[in-house]
Nanobody
């Protein structure tokens, strides 16, 4: 029922920029915190950024000053603006969200299918 769909990935040169989007759809009462993770081949999935429903943000040290997370609650969508991209940013980027499907229930955590970001010259 609940689905997260990422978009905006692609190939970019070092120093370039990309903007990722992730929209939640389906049976949703409320979307709480949302975030982005990434996973490079042969490496563990790592946390990148998080944003609460009220707009409080947190970033991994590796992306601070370069990435900006934002959201549009009316659209149940989270964004990740990525600037000054480096080859080490190359990974599959996954959207993550805590979602209440019904009033009074606790949240469940959902993942998107991922979108490939490749930074290479």
């Amino acid at each position: 029922q609940v689905q997260l769909v990422e978009s905006g990935g692609g190939l970019v040169q070092p120093g370039g920029s990309l903007r990722l989007s992730c929209a939640a759809s389906g049976s949703i009462f409320n979307v709480n915190a949302m975030g982005w993770y990434r996973q490079a081949p042969g490496k563990q999935r790592e946390w990148v950024a998080r944003i609460t429903r009220g707009g409080i943000t947190n970033y991994a040290d590796s992306v601070k000053g370069r990435f900006t997370i934002s959201r549009d609650n009316a659209k149940n969508t989270v964004y990740l603006q990525m600037n000054s991209l480096k080859p080490e940013d190359t990974a599959v980027y996954y959207c993550n969200a805590d979602i209440n499907r019904y009033y009074g229930d606790g949240y469940l955590n959902y993942w998107g299918q991922g979108t490939q970001v490749t930074v290479s010259s």
